[in-house]
């Protein structure tokens, strides 16, 4: 085999850097990994610039920015006459071929294991495909070859509900976790991540793969429930017999993924060529900023009238904003997308701005969210606003939020309509960074070097490089070269060939029900992604 791909979602180097250390007589909890420091090149990964999940997994695969692939967040948004419709992204969102079909259509036999967005999988992909992100009872019908999901069913130990998203057993599952619940949590990600270990095991051992790609997302949804357990800045002070347990418990899942790792890379063979990449990195936030109800106070925004009802308190307690449509102009759709979308009129009747007064109205709204400012010291809360146009350049840029915000504490929105307008967490919490991480390992790697921050789209090329295959000409990643060998490089340079050659993906059959939508969306709110 020639490449093998471990994504690590959310991992970032400082956790990482912590485990790979050995303390006084106490070897490092992931020891494996400390080698590949040693004997590998690593970098920080910028992430997409709103560093999320779904668009910077596709960027990855796709070796473009979301304005050209088209995936800006977990659900997609349509608004209609008074309200606004919310459906989950899926592969059919995707609009930019993925190195999966473009290394499958040239010869290579690849297997891609756990990426979301990859369901419905591309009808002309001939590799070996088990999508993440689906619920379990999905699987089935998304995996490809058709009959491989019988072939997994004869695996000791295989059970899909571990596999996949059970809701049946997260069902449980709120913003806030008791300690019991917390602690569960994480326990319930061992031996979801030994079954995706299991599949990559037996590919490697059965079939002749050209590239094996799997993905661990265990480190992503720990550090959302568990950050103040793991982070090195939060381990001082008095620490409780919970805080030890589960901070044990979650150095237990690193070394069964650091287990995991060695074997996948022992397995591979000694001419294979590693990379490992996180789709986004993870540090702390401290507070709660609610954006909606900040642009209600500046007039952007209004609230609808609605009856005292149980209805209307579910409602408000969930992600669909109650908003009176015809005094909105500016609202944030979801928490995860921390962006603003602007109402502009585009047909007789319709509510919002007049198309001609955009650029003056949205410079007007920067100004005031500018102001946007800490009651105590005076520091601004938003520490970047950025236009659409200037990070999400490309044809599917119509679909991105008008503007993007950054965060001083680099945290999720409140779209909620509650005061106070910023308050402090009862309890820190982890959230994403841009800074993901980056490692090669191998044949025709340099050793022990740490290379200037990449760029996630660059992972694509990379892998498309290490096929022995051209780079399309149509990607904006590049190939880190000051990661191989000159030698390597010598004997193998880097070409840059035909774009990519996409082909929408039609298929009409394989959509979530809307139970199972709702029960998603009840996940994603349990990881601060929705309210």
């Known amino acids: 085999m020639r490449t093998l791909f471990i994504g690590m979602d959310g991992a970032t180097f400082r956790i990482l850097d912590e485990l790979v250390k050995c303390t006084g007589d106490k070897q490092a909890v992931m020891p494996f990994l400390s080698m590949i420091y040693k004997k590998g090149v690593r970098s920080k990964l910028l992430s997409t610039p709103n560093p999320l999940t779904p668009p910077a997994w596709v960027s990855l695969m796709t070796g473009k920015n979301p304005g050209n692939h088209g995936v800006f967040d977990f659900i997609r948004a349509e608004e209609r006459g008074d309200d606004v419709f919310f459906t989950l992204y899926d592969s059919r969102d995707n609009k930019a071929e993925t190195i999966w079909s473009i290394a499958s259509r040239q010869g290579k036999r690849v297997a891609a294991l756990n990426f979301p967005f990859t369901a419905p999988p591309p009808k002309d992909y001939s590799g070996f495909m088990v999508p993440g992100f689906i619920p379990w009872r999905h699987l089935r019908r998304n995996t490809v070859p058709t009959d491989f999901y019988d072939r997994l069913k004869s695996l000791q130990g295989f059970n899909p509900k571990e596999l996949a998203w059970d809701f049946d057993q997260e069902k449980n599952a709120v913003n806030v976790l008791s300690d019991t619940e917390r602690e569960d949590w994480v326990r319930y990600h061992l031996p979801r991540e030994k079954q995706w270990f299991r599949i990559a095991e037996h590919l490697l051992s059965e079939e002749p793969l050209d590239l094996l790609a799997v993905m661990f997302d265990g ?67 401290h507070e709660v900023v609610r954006i909606n109800s900040y642009l209600h106070e500046k007039g952007y925004l209004d609230w609808k009238v609605m009856p005292d009802t149980k209805e209307t308190v579910r409602r408000e307690e969930s992600m669909f904003a109650n908003l009176d449509w015809k005094n909105t102009t500016a609202y944030c759709r979801t928490t995860s997308s921390n962006g603003i979308n602007i109402r502009v009129a585009r047909n007789p009747g319709d509510s919002g701005i007049k198309p001609k007064d955009y650029e003056n109205f949205r410079d007007q709204l920067i100004n005031d969210l500018q102001e946007l400012r800490d009651l105590d010291t005076g520091e601004r809360v938003i520490s970047h606003i950025h236009k659409r146009e200037d990070i999400f350049p490309g044809l599917q840029m119509k679909e991105a939020p008008d503007l993007l915000l950054v965060f001083r504490d680099f945290g999720f929105v409140s779209i909620k309509n509650k005061k106070p307008i910023i308050e402090q967490r009862e309890e820190v919490a982890g959230t994403h960074h841009p800074d993901g991480v980056f490692f090669a390992y191998g044949q025709g790697i340099k050793q022990g070097k740490v290379i200037e921050r990449r760029n996630i789209t660059d992972v694509g090329a990379t892998l498309l490089y290490s096929l022995g295959l051209d780079v399309p000409g149509d990607f904006e990643g590049q190939v880190p070269e000051p990661i191989f060998t000159e030698q390597h490089l010598l004997k193998k340079p880097v070409v840059i060939g035909a774009a990519t050659n996409f082909s929408t993906n039609e298929d009409e059959s394989e959509s979530m029900s809307e139970d199972e939508n709702e029960q998603l969306m009840t996940q994603l709110r349990m990881l601060g992604y929705m309210e």
């Open 219 to 285: 480190v992503d949804k720990l550090q959302h429930q568990a950050w103040m357990f793991l982070d090195p800045g939060l381990q001082s002070g008095i620490i409780s017999e919970y805080h030890q347990r589960m901070r044990k418990l979650c150095m237990e899942y690193f070394m069964l993924l650091d287990g995991f790792i060695e074997a996948l890379v022992n397995a591979a063979g000694p001419d294979v060529q590693v990379f490992m990449a996180s789709d986004h990195g993870f540090t702390t936030t």
